[in-house]
Every structure is written in structure tokens, then in C-alpha cells.
């Protein structure tokens, strides 16, 4: 089994900027894509970014400009940097990775909160 643990989040002021981490471990073989969700009350999970093994990114368009997604094969770690951030972008939002162990499958994070407000 593959783990996933996010850090990062907290309450930040609008303008502000935070960075989350989410390191993967466990039997990993490979791992393909990595990515970050978010979720705010009373809507529906989003994609925010994602990126691939190779560094190929895509960004939801209202993070364009603002966030960065990174990540250290080495480390089996993804990073979303984010600046500017706005009270919109209060969210649960949570570390998603499509890894290879014994078998290829999709797993997720535990989740960590990003609260934008003055």
C-alpha cells in the first residue's frame, strides 16, 4: 500500500501565500501523475493542478498566475505553491497520485485545510 501525507495548510490572509507538501510512501514501484484536489462546503471536488511524471502541468484557470505545481521524483513528493491566495480558495484540499505497486491504482490524502480570510 501506498500512503499519502499532506502539510502545509492553515489560515492565511487574502494576498497571502502558503505551500502545501505531500510526500508518498509505501511499496511504490513508480509513480505516474500527482495532484492536488480541493473541496469547499457544499461543492464538489475540484482539480487545482496536476503534473506528471515527466513535469507536464495543468492548472484549473481561476489558480493560473497564482499557484505552482511541483514535485521531487526523488523524494516521491508533490508541492502546490500558492501566492496571492483569495478567500475562494478556502478548501479541504487534498493530495491525489496514480501509482504503480504490485498493481497500478489511484490513491489519496488525508487532506489538509486552507482557510483564506481577513
Known amino acids: 500500500q501506498v500512503q499519502l501525507v499532506e502539510s502545509g495548510g492553515g489560515l492565511v490572509q487574502p494576498g497571502g501565500s502558503l505551500r502545501l507538501s505531500c510526500a508518498a510512501s509505501?511499496?511504490?514501484?513508480?509513480?505516474?501523475?500527482m495532484g492536488w484536489y480541493r473541496q469547499a462546503p457544499g461543492k464538489q471536488r475540484e482539480l487545482v493542478a496536476a503534473i506528471t511524471s515527466g513535469g507536464r502541468t495543468n492548472y484549473v484557470d481561476s489558480v493560473k498566475g497564482r499557484f505552482t505545481i511541483s514535485r521531487d521524483n526523488a523524494k516521491n513528493t508533490v508541492y502546490l505553491q500558492m501566492n496571492s491566495l483569495k478567500p475562494e480558495d478556502t478548501a479541504a484540499y487534498y493530495c491525489?497520485?496514480?501509482?504503480?505497486?504490485?498493481?497500478?491504482?489511484?490513491?489519496w490524502g488525508q487532506g489538509t485545510q486552507v482557510t483564506v480570510s481577513s
Open positions: 491525489n497520485a496514480d501509482v504503480m505497486t504490485y498493481y497500478r491504482y489511484t490513491t
Open positions: 509505501g511499496s511504490i514501484v513508480s509513480i505516474y501523475s
